[in-house]
């Protein structure tokens, strides 16, 4: 089963527009991480959360995370087409390491 | 680059036959976790090893198996493979439990 629902499901942009992706899970978390995969390649780790944090930024992404509204998102800035991919949310909670992905948001980016 | 390698690529096989994925985790990390990805189901995790015992469990069918061997790398057993175990299974590999999750290549099975 899905514990996370990325949306949109399907985004598009221009080269040097902001892309924002956001995530809703159901369930209490301990953390919770992002991943690039492009097509039908490996899951390229962005960035983790943990769920005592409510913003952490890596280069050009920002994630934020709300624990009260179980939702978190991804902002990247100044997209390039480089970055024409799939992310995905996946979280974790205190049972394990099972992570639980979403579906994924598909961004392509314009030149 | 992960870190994490994964063999082979590709598999293509028959129904009702055996195959063996392998992986090799980071440098240092002590989890091993196996995941597939298919159209229909997305990313299902399977099973995760720490430091050669098992930690938790998935939707892993009794079909499949796994285990960690004392070097840390890890292998993923599948039996009896029908047409719908068809996915991509990754590898992934972590320092502990809470940490980050980096995953290797994949390994494409295509059962026929």
């Known amino acids: 089963s899905q514990q996370g629902e990325e949306d949109p499901q399907a985004l598009s942009i221009q080269e040097g527009e902001n892309a924002t992706m956001n995530c809703s899970y159901k369930?209490?978390?301990?953390?919770l991480q992002w991943y690039r995969q492009n097509s039908g390649r490996g899951l390229v780790h962005l960035i983790l959360?943990?769920?005592?944090?409510r913003e952490k930024h890596s280069g050009r992404l920002r994630v934020t995370l709300d624990t009260s509204k179980k939702s978190s998102s991804l902002l990247i800035t100044a997209s390039r087409a480089a970055d024409t991919a799939s992310y995905f949310c996946?979280?974790?909670?205190?049972?394990?390491?099972?992570?639980?992905f979403g579906q994924g948001t598909e961004l392509s980016v314009k030149p | 680059d992960s870190g994490v390698t994964q063999t082979p690529k590709h598999l293509i096989t028959a129904t009702g036959q055996r195959v063996t994925l392998r992986c090799s985790p980071r440098?240092?990390?002590?989890?091993v976790y196996w995941y597939q990805q298919s159209l229909d189901q997305g990313l299902q995790f399977l099973i995760q090893?720490?430091?050669?015992?098992?930690?938790a469990k998935g939707n892993i069918l009794e079909r499949f198996s796994a285990q960690q061997f004392p070097d840390l790398h890890s292998e993923l057993n599948l039996s009896s493979l029908e047409l719908g175990d068809s996915a991509l299974y990754f590898c992934?590999?972590?320092?502990?439990?809470?940490?980050?999750?980096?995953f290797g290549p994949g390994t494409r099975l295509t059962v026929l």
């Open positions: 992934a590999s972590g320092f502990s439990t809470y940490n980050e999750q980096f």
């Open positions: 369930t209490s978390i301990n953390n």
């Open positions: 959360i943990r769920s005592n944090e």
């Open positions: 996946a979280t974790g909670n205190n049972q394990g390491g099972k992570l639980i």
């Open positions: 440098s240092g990390d002590l989890s």
């Open positions: 090893y720490y430091n050669g015992e098992e930690r």
